[in-house]
């Protein structure tokens, strides 16, 4: 058999999930990264796989879907995975990482690797003549980006994403902040910010009322532009002040203007603790994760933002604990890009009109992280397929990959991206009347159903 190889654009968690697992099968890989010869807005590292909204990699348990669909990366022998544990932060029951050490780790596991050859150099064309990747993010713009609309035929899609602030810990009330995890999940992993009702009342109309940041110059011009992160909801897009808002997660001003008590039933909500001042539930509560190991910086869970940097500093230090908050990073706002995947993409995550051109990662429309991390295994797997000249089948349809494949390959005229989620699996014949243990009865399914599937796909 003639050296197999394939190219791989993009060293993010797509891309690198992809690179190693094709390396560790003998195929030799050249993976192409832009940094630090050019850097997105957003993007600060010359390091790979570096996380931009936020260090969690969200819930670890079989019966939630984050944990399910990282039982499946398991068994599709993910490498990201590992990686997340050697830079793991307490964090209740998700998986969270201090971001500069995973960063390094993934860096460390590509370079290592004999079968792939690292090119750091910003690539504006696609060569199909042989199998190449294309995981070049949602933030792919220039040569590049007119290059794929080009393949797809179709106007490229956009959406904002939103980033939430982090603070020092040495610069918070203890007196205020409390620790704890909602019904005392893990140890006591996440530091509580308890409002009463007034805090929250005067939180919430300086919050409706403060002054948002202009779109920055490379965000401008695009058409029905969205708000989102990593959601673990479908997307329910819905015009809000002019933007098109990506229901799963959007910033805190836009959800507080769409009424009082938005965000008490959201990342405010205080069900589960207790405030150890008053021996009460709080009426409102914000939760702060750690970003490090050393747990020096906290993360203000659900808090991305476009607010203007003064006006974060003014509203967000009205937060109870936060009155003197020493601010690392502030809350930005910045384009994303992704494909019309329904229309131009196959099953096996190739373009139908270019089926040696592959896509993984977050310009498909899975969104989130660890959702970007297993769609460069399923697209891995497909490549290695093609190399072999067999066709590999999608997952079940029972499972959290096979559902995802699905939902961005499904004819869609309204299509947004789509994180892990139980609504897109199929229900059961003899649902139980618990959610938790419908939830495990789903999960324990998927598993069972993606063991076989992994199992038939015997090497060649």
């Excluded at 460390?108 to 042989?130: K, L, M, Q, W, Y």
């Excluded at 908050?325 to 993409?345: C, I, Q, W």
Aim: overall charge negative; some cysteine; proline content about 6%.
């Amino acid at each position: 058999m003639s050296e197999l190889h394939v190219t791989v654009l993009g060293a993010g968690l797509a891309g690198c999930e992809a690179a190693l697992w094709l390396a560790g099968h003998g195929v030799k890989v050249t993976l192409y990264e832009q940094k630090p010869v050019r850097f997105s807005p957003a993007h600060k590292s010359a390091n790979f796989a570096e996380l931009i909204c936020s260090n969690s990699l969200k819930a670890e348990r079989l019966d939630s879907a984050s944990g399910l669909l990282k039982a499946e990366m398991r068994q599709m022998g993910s490498s990201l995975l590992p990686a997340a544990e050697v830079a793991r932060v307490a964090a209740g029951g998700a998986l969270a990482v201090d971001r500069d050490v995973f960063s390094a780790e993934v860096t460390r596991r590509v370079e290592a690797e004999p079968n792939i050859t690292v090119r750091r150099e910003e690539v504006c064309t696609i060569d199909e003549a042989s199998p190449i990747l294309v995981a070049t993010g949602p933030l792919t713009e220039g040569a590049l980006a007119e290059k794929i609309a080009a393949l797809t035929g179709s106007a490229e899609m956009h959406f904002y994403d939103a980033v939430a602030p982090i603070v020092t810990a040495e610069s918070l009330d203890y007196e205020k902040v409390f620790a704890a995890s909602r019904y005392g999940r893990g140890d006591d992993d996440y530091l509580n910010c308890p409002f009463n009702k007034a805090e929250y009342e005067a939180f919430y109309q300086a919050l409706a009322t403060a002054e948002r940041a202009p779109l920055h110059d490379f965000d401008k011009g695009a058409e029905n532009p969205s708000v989102a992160e990593s959601a673990s909801a479908p997307a329910k897009p819905a015009k809000d002040g002019g933007l098109t808002v990506y229901e799963g997660c959007m910033p805190i001003e836009v959800m507080a203007g769409r009424g009082a008590d938005t965000m008490r039933y959201g990342p405010l909500r205080p069900v589960g603790l207790t405030d150890p001042r008053t021996g009460h539930r709080p009426w409102a509560n914000i939760q702060l994760r750690a970003e490090n190991k050393e747990r020096t910086l906290y993360n203000i869970v659900g808090f991305q933002t476009n607010l203007k940097w003064g006006e974060q500093k003014r509203v967000f230090s009205m937060i109870p604990g936060l009155e003197h908050a020493e601010f690392v990073r502030y809350g930005v706002m910045h384009r994303n890009t992704f494909l019309d995947s329904p229309k131009v993409l196959t099953q096996a995550l190739c373009l139908a009109a270019h089926p040696n051109v592959f896509f993984a990662g977050q310009i498909t429309g899975f969104e989130g992280y660890m959702e970007s991390a297993a769609c460069g295994l399923l697209a891995a797997r497909n490549i290695y397929a093609r190399l072999m000249g067999v066709t590999l089948p999608p997952p079940p349809a029972d499972t959290m990959c096979g559902a995802l494949v699905r939902y961005i390959t499904a004819e869609n005229k309204n299509f947004q991206p789509m994180g892990a989620n139980m609504g897109i699996l199929p229900s059961l014949e003899n649902r139980p009347r618990d959610k938790r243990e419908r939830y495990q009865a789903v999960a324990e399914r998927a598993v069972s159903s993606f063991s076989a599937w992994v199992a038939a796909q015997a090497e060649p």
